[in-house]
């Protein structure tokens, strides 16, 4: 595959000198809207998701960072792979090839955190990864860009967006870290924030689905290839990473995390190095998989989300139809919210046989069996 693109002095989508088309005078307003929207709105996000975040927890998954590392091949293994197997599935054209393989090899987006915080998964771990695949990226991104690209002989030259990275990990980092210490001074001022934020988070990022929706209206019978692309690659992310969790023995929490983290990208990156890297009658063509990226991920999030949601309520009256004798046992001692939410991670993770990660939080969980002993 050859790329049929410019030398590399005429591809810089950002000269002055050029001319944007008129379709794509809506792109550089919507620039400059979503980049302030969004560093608001991550900052913000991340803020309220750290009020979550306890520091032995974090510390943790530093000391042993098996699940980050299952994360990181996740990301930086196989969604650049699925990225390379879907544009020889589909023959994309060498313009589509690269905005699909630059998207599989961003590093995770912050939607993740707000999603794995809804499906009970692993905060800690979720806020890791994101951190330490954005680090990551300083390295990866150009790694996996330049072996993939190989075979290709590119007279194009891609910009790594540095800056755009530098600045998602300070809006990643100092957010994080206020959440963090106002957990640790006001832990019941700290749940309320973050309930606020989880609702505000999944809100606006509502909001920027429907705005994608709007501003690829009438254009989604332009490339019907590029917007299955764009509806099924987070898909298979998502059931990738879920199945790899699996096989290295994580817990349930932490494969619903591993799971949500690998599908998501970080499509503002993904954005910026496109502009950077091409001219702006080839940006004409591709923005709109990464708008549609952005929409699908949202929405597979939301349906992640309800279905999670529904199996947890199956799971809690099928526990609560059982052995309704021992139920009346305990008729005079009330179970908390907080109760029931243990006793179905509980259950849940009884299921799994723990691995490297896991032998200390089974073994040292009280199981049903043993409640009910204790009451008689």
Not at 4 to 10: D, E, H
Not at 221 to 237: A, K, Q, Y
Not at 256 to 273: A, D, H, K, W, Y
Not at 352 to 374: N, V
């Amino acid at each position: 595959m050859r790329a049929n693109c410019s030398s590399g002095s005429a591809c810089l989508a950002n000269s002055s000198a050029e001319e944007l088309p008129e379709g794509l005078k809506a792109y550089g307003n919507l620039e400059l809207v979503f980049t302030v929207v969004s560093a608001l709105m991550i900052g913000l996000l991340m803020f309220s998701l750290g009020c979550s975040v306890e520091v032995q927890k974090l510390w943790g998954h530093i000391r042993r960072p098996w699940g980050i590392a299952v994360g990181l091949l996740c990301q930086f293994g196989l969604m650049p792979l699925i990225a390379y197997l879907l544009i020889i599935s589909f023959s994309l054209k060498p313009l589509q090839a690269m905005a699909v393989l630059i998207m599989g090899c961003c590093p995770g987006g912050t939607v993740s955190n707000i999603f794995t915080f809804w499906v009970d998964g692993d905060m800690d771990l979720s806020i890791s990864m994101t951190t330490c695949s954005t680090v990551a990226a300083l390295g990866m991104m150009p790694l996996c860009l330049y072996i993939y690209t190989l075979p290709w002989n590119l007279e194009q030259k891609l910009t790594i967006p540095y800056q755009n990275t530098g600045i998602t990990l300070v809006c990643l980092i100092i957010p994080v870290a206020f959440g963090i210490y106002v957990n640790y001074r006001w832990p019941k001022q700290s749940k309320i924030i973050l309930k606020i934020g989880a609702i505000a988070g999944g809100l606006l990022f509502l909001v920027i689905a429907v705005a994608g929706m709007v501003l690829m209206k009438g254009s989604w019978n332009s490339d019907i290839i590029l917007l299955m692309i764009s509806f099924i690659f987070p898909l298979i992310g998502h059931v990738i990473g879920f199945l790899l969790a699996l096989l290295t023995h994580q817990s349930w929490q932490r494969c619903r995390t591993i799971s949500l983290e690998t599908g998501t990208q970080n499509v503002q990156m993904c954005f910026t190095m496109l502009q950077l890297s091409f001219t702006a009658e080839q940006l004409v063509q591709i923005l709109n998989f990464t708008l549609a990226y952005g929409l699908f991920q949202v929405l597979d999030g939301f349906l992640m989300v309800a279905a999670y949601k529904m199996y947890k309520r199956r799971l809690k009256n099928k526990h609560g139809n059982e052995k309704p004798g021992c139920q009346a046992r305990h008729r005079k001692k009330s179970t908390s919210p907080k109760e029931a939410i243990a006793f179905l991670e509980v259950n849940e993770e009884a299921t799994l046989s723990p691995g490297p990660s896991g032998p200390k939080d089974l073994h040292g969980a009280p199981t049903p069996t043993d409640d009910i002993s204790r009451a008689k």
